[in-house]
């Protein structure tokens, strides 16, 4: 079993299997067990569910710790990891690159339940029905970013100027992100949909969880296999978190290029998101400044590419990072509950 033990992307196979394991083992037992039957999801359900997905998040910080302190000296990828002085230095750097990335997938996340909401609006399903499409639409995020971080991985080991590429795009992302933070997306005239519409054949209802049914053609007579609207759900949300990806993969590299902490630290995040999506989606409203916060944290991460050549020979530290990160994300969200704290008394 000697595979086991070769280095892929900075850690030894062993590890990223494990990792995929217990992945695997917490999808099967939310869908196979807490969600063996559909039901609506009620605040405080989702509230249990999302501490539950935060605190194995944070347990992961430990998992971090000792990975780093026994194995992070094989192959590290980040240079403030391979320059610490010894293994406790070297694993306190990444559990605070861990959570810096973690902190910002998870608000980048809680963005994306916004568009969620708005996409569950417009084909009216029902709050029984909306776990399914989140948890699948889940399990394809996974696939998609593992994807996407392969190739984000090879391009920053192979061209380090792509680092400024990234930063560019975090800063033109977060200014676009403050110039435009009263805009609704139009779901209605989504092209995607459009193009969904036209191409499949789409019942004009609901038929309870099931993404597609079989049915007469309504002109042949035929029983053909036609798209039911949570499909079309489905493949919006899938697209949503397609559109977020572009910003939060480049947000994530610009944290640190450690494929092993991009990756889990992305994943922890986003496996809570179903969970934290119920609670959300009733009070988004009142969190409006926290877009604010994360279009500056953006910026931020963006221009300390920059200017960490300048003012740090090279790398921001992570504690840095961390603590400004957690700072804004903090004031977003204390001055929105702030603002909207007389609308939450009516």
């Known amino acids: 079993m000697h595979f086991l033990h070769v280095l892929w992307l900075g850690m030894p196979v062993w590890i990223w299997l494990a990792f995929i394991g217990a992945v695997l083992a917490i999808l099967a037992f939310d869908l196979g067990v807490m969600h063996r039957d559909s039901h609506a999801i009620e605040v405080s ?58 902190l ?7 963005d994306n339940v916004f568009i969620i909401s708005m996409i569950f609006t417009y084909f009216s399903v029902p709050r029984e029905y909306q776990h399914r499409v989140l948890f699948w639409g889940i399990a394809g995020v996974i696939v998609l970013r593992a994807l996407m971080i392969g190739v984000g991985a090879a391009l920053v080991m192979q061209f380090t100027w792509i680092m400024y590429v990234f930063g560019a795009v975090l800063l033109a992302t977060g200014v676009k992100m403050l110039l435009m933070i009263d ?29 597609t049914v079989r049915r007469p053609d309504p002109r042949t007579g035929k029983v053909v296999l036609f798209a039911t609207p949570l499909l079309l759900c489905l493949i919006l949300v899938e697209a949503a978190d397609l559109v977020f990806a ?17 990756y889990t630290s992305n994943i922890f995040a986003i496996l809570g ?20 916060a994360l279009a500056l944290v953006l910026v931020f991460i963006g221009a300390k590419i920059f200017l960490g050549d300048w003012l740090f020979a090279g790398k921001v530290p992570a504690s840095l990072s961390l603590a400004t990160t957690g700072a804004l994300l903090a004031s977003g ?14």
């Not at 910002?104 to 809680?110: Q, S």
């Not at 998101?273 to 604010?292: E, N, T």
């Not at 509950?337 to 939450?344: G, P, S």
Request: charged share 15%; no cysteine.
């Open 45 to 102: 359900e989702s509230l249990r569910m999302s501490a539950l997905y935060i605190g194995l998040g944070l347990a992961w910080a430990g998992a971090v710790w000792w990975i780093y302190a026994h194995y992070g000296d094989a192959g590290a990828l980040d240079p403030q990891i391979a320059a610490a002085a010894t293994p406790d230095e070297r694993a306190w750097t990444a559990v605070e690159l861990y959570l810096t990335g973690y």
């Open 333 to 346: 969200i204390l001055y929105s509950l702030w603002k909207t704290r007389a609308a939450a008394r009516r």
């Open 246 to 262: 572009i910003d939060s993969v480049p947000a994530i590299f610009a944290i640190t290029p450690d494929p092993f902490i991009v």
């Open 183 to 211: 805009h609704a997306p139009d779901v209605a005239g989504n092209p995607l949909l459009r193009l969904l519409k036209k191409h499949l054949r789409v019942t004009g209802e609901l038929h309870g969880q099931a993404f």
């Open 273 to 292: 998101l179903r969970a934290l999506y119920f609670a959300l989606a009733a009070v988004v409203h009142r969190f409006h400044y926290l877009k604010v």
């Open 104 to 110: 910002v997938e998870k608000t980048l996340a809680m």
